[in-house]
C-alpha cells in the first residue's frame, strides 16, 4: 500500500494539478467576487432595467448545468465569437474555464450578497437618506461593506464549491487538472484505483476543512453586532 | 413567514436605499432604461450577426443546421430519451440520497459518540470531494469490477454521496430547528431520548426538510450532466450524438440547454411553493433555516441553489437570511443548540437576547451599541 | 400520514425505474456490442444502426444463423468493453476495437475485419498538412483519454498544440471553425466525419500506425472465433466487405490502407496476428 503511493507521487505531479484547481479558484474567485457585486448593484438600483437583467442573470445561471456553460466557453465562446485570451492552446483553455466558472459562480455571490444586505437594519438606509446620501453613495459607503461582513458565511459556502467546481474545467479541455489527471493515472494503473482515488480525494478534503473553519472564525469575527 | 409589510408597497417603493423619485427622476430613469435596453440590443444583435457570418467555418443560424436540431426525430430519438436516462439518474439518486441522508443524519443524533463520529466523518468525507471525481473513480471502478451499466451506477452512487450528505444536515438541521419543548414533552412522558429522536423528532424534521430537499433536486438534476463526462447516455449525451451526425453540435446543445433550464426553473418552482404547504405539519420551520450549527468542513450547509433562492425581498432589496452567521466551530450534536441560537441572537422573536460570543456581554444594554453602528 | 404516503410514492417510483432498466427479452437472440456514437462506423438512428462496425455485424450474425430481428444491438463505450465480455452482456463486439496483446488477457478476439490506421482530417482545400511531419506549430484536437495525441506528440512534431474534447464530432466542429487546423485518429472514424460533414472536410489518407479492429468475444472461445473468422474471410470473398466500406464512407473518396487491407481474417484460433503477452 505504501509502496503504490509512493511509486503514484513519484510518477505523477500530483500537487501541480491540485495547483491548477486553486489558480483556477483563486481567479474565478476575484472575477466572480468583482461580477457578483455589480449584479447585486443592479438588482438593488432604482433603474428597472438593470434590475430584470441582473435577475434573468442569475435566474439562468442557477438553472444550467456548469457542463455545459463549460463546453459552450469553448466551442461557442472560443470557436465562434473568437474569444481568445492566448495564442497557447493551455494557457487559453486555463482562462476560458476562469470566465466560465466566474460568469456560474457570480450568480452565487449575489445571492449571497443579497442575504447579506438582509442583516442590514432599515434605520441604516434611513439615515443615509436623511444625510442626503444619494443611491450609489449609501450603497457604497453603508449598505454594501456591512452587507459584505454579514455575509461571510454564504460566501464562504460558494468558495468551498467553486473549488469542488473547478475539476468541471476538464469539459473546458483543461487537462493539467486534476480530474483529468486522476483519470490517466487509473488509466495506467487500474490496480492501484482505490489508492488513486484516496489521494485526490483527501487532497480536497484537506483543502476544503481549513476554507471552512476560516470562513467560519471569519464570520463570526467580522459580523456586525448588533 | 416574516412579516410582508414591505411587500405592501409596489415597485421601486419598496426600497429605502433611494428617495422615490420625483418627475425628473422618473424622466431619467426612463431614459436610462432605454440606453440599457438599447445596449442589450445591440450586444445581442453583434452576437447574432457573428454568429450568422463567421470569420471561419459555416453560418450558425442557417435553418440547415437548425432543422435536424429540432425536428420530430431528433426528439424521438435523442432528446426524449436522454431526458428520461436523466430523469431516471435524477429520480433514483434522489431516493437514495434520502435514505442514505436519513441513515447518516440520525447518525450525527443518536445518544452513542462512537456512532456520531462515524456518521460524522462519513459526510464530511462525502461533502468535500468533488462530484467528478466521486464519479469517475466509481465509473473506471464498477468497470473493472464488471459491473453492467457501470456509468449508471456511477452516476447515481456518486450523486447519492454527495447530495445524501447534504440531506443527512437537513434532518440534523430540522431536528436542531424543532421548538425544545418537543423532546421536554417526549422525555416527561417517558420516553428515552432514542425513542424521542425516532418517533417525535425526525418525523416533523422530515416534513420540515422537504422543500430544501426539493431544491437539492435542482443540484442533482443539473450534477447529472456531469454523467456526460463518464459516457453516462443522458440528455447532454444524446444531443452531443446528434449533434455529430449533422455537425450541428452547438444547435444541439443550445436545445439541451433550454430543456434543463426549464427543467431546472419549474423544479425551483416547486420548492418555493412546498414551504407554505409543509409549514401546516411540522413545529420546526420549514426551510427558514435549513442549516445545522456548521459541520467541519462547510461554512454553511447551504447548497448553491439554495443560496441563490429567489425569495421575497426585504426593504433594501436583499433577501431573508436562510443561514446562521455565528457559529461555534464543529458542533456534531444538537445538545443545547436551541439555547445556543438564543444566545447567538437568532431567535426573532426576542431581539435583547444577543450576546457578545468574546465578551458574553449583551451587546446592546452595554456600550457595545457604538462599536455595532460601525 | 404524511411520511408513509411519501414512502409508497418513493416506492412507486423505485418500481417504475428498475422496471425501465430492463429491456425486452433477450432469449435465443444475439447480442453485439457496437458504438452508438461514431458516424460511418457504428451509430444510432431513428432506432437503427448504420455504420461499418454495423455491417459486418449483421453479416456475421447472418452467417452464424440469426435473422436480422434477432439482434439486439447494445452500446458499448470504449472504458466498458472488456467488463461487458467478461459478464456475459454482449456475446461479441465489434466497436473499433483494436487487438491488443494488452486486451488479449483479457478477452479474446476474432478477426481482424479491418486494419485501420491514425491519419489525419484537415479542413478541404488546407494543403499545409499532407502528414504527421507538417504537424510543427500546429493545433490538433483529438477525443480525450485516447492514444491518437499523444503518438502524434512523441513520434512526430513536438510542437503540437494540444486540445482534448469529449468526443470526435466535437473536434469536428472546432476544425469547422477554425480553432483547431487538424483532427487525428483512426482513418476510418475520421472518414465517417469527413462523410457526414457535407463534403467540407477531408481525410489527408496517409496513415501512420497500423490497428488491427478484431471483434472482441468472451476469453477462451475459439469455436466462435473460428465461425466468425470464416464469417468475415467469406464477407470479404463476395464483396459486400468493399460495399460496406463504400457505403459508410460515401463521398468522401477514402480508400483503406491498400497494403494491409482487406486483411485476413485468422486471429483466435492459433495464427494470431498480435503476438499475446508472456
Redesign the interface.
Known sequence: MMESFLMLFAQYDIPRAFLVNIELTLWSALFSMVLGTVLVMMRISPISSLRTVAGGYVEFFKNMPLTIIM?FM??GA???LKLSFSD???TN?FWLAVTGLSLYTAAFVCESLRSGINTVPLGQAEAARALGLGFMQSATEIILPQAFRGSVAPLGNTLIALLKNSTVA??A?V?TETS?LM??MI?YHPDVIVSIFMIFAFGYVILIIPIGMLTTYLSNKLAVRR | MAAKTSTAQSGASASVLFDQPGPKGRRLITVLNWIAGIIVAIVVVLILMRLHN?????NQLSWELWKPALES?AWT?FYLPGL?MTV?AT??AV?GS?AFGLVFGIGRLLPNALLRVIAGAVVEFCRAVPVLLLMIFF??W??????????YWAVVLALVLYNGSVVAELVRSGVGNLPGGQREASLALGLTETQSLMQIEV?QA??AM?PAAVTQLVVVLKDTALG??I?Y?DLLQES??L?????N??QTLVVAGVVYFIACWLLSRLAEWLPSRMQQ?TAAPAELEPIAPIAAGDASNVNQIAVAREVEERPLRGTPRQYHVHHRGTNASIHNWRRTKYEQGYEPTQPDSQVDPETKRKSRMSSETGKSQN | M??RR?LAA?CA??TV?SL??CGASEEGKIRIGIK??Q?GLG?????TYVGFDVDVAKYIARYLGYSEDQIVFK?S?S??R???L??G?VDMILATYSITAERKNTVDFAGPYFVAGQDLLVRKGDDSIQGPEDLDGK?LCTA??TTSAKNVKEKFAGGV??????????C???L????VDAVTTDDIILAG?AS???G?LEVVGKPFTEEYYGVGIKKGNSELAAKINDAINQMIEDGSWQRAIEDNTAGTGYQPNAKVNPPHATEGEGHDVIATEE
Request: charged residues 20%.
Open positions: 463546453v469553448v466551442l472560443f470557436g465562434q497557447t492552446f493551455a483553455f476538464a469539459a479541455s487537462s483529468s483519470s490517466e488509466e | 463567421p470569420p471561419d467555418g459555416e426525430e430519438d428520461l431516471q429520480v433514483l431516493i434520502v465509473w473506471r464498477f468497470a473493472f469490477a464488471g459491473l453492467s451499466n457501470a456509468s418525523p422530515i416534513v422537504l456526460s463526462i459516457m447516455t452531443r450524438r449533434g455529430s451526425m449533422y455537425f453540435i452547438l405539519h | 404524511m411520511i411519501a418513493a417510483v423505485a425505474v425501465a432498466g452508438f456514437d458516424p451509430f444510432k438512428k431513428s432506432g452500446e463505450p472504458k466498458q472488456e467488463a461487458m467478461q459478464n452482456d493545433r480525450t483519454g498544440q494540444l486540445m482534448e474534447q469529449p468526443g470526435f464530432a466535437e469536428a466542429t472546432a469547422f471553425s477554425g480553432i466525419l457526414a460533414s457535407r467540407r
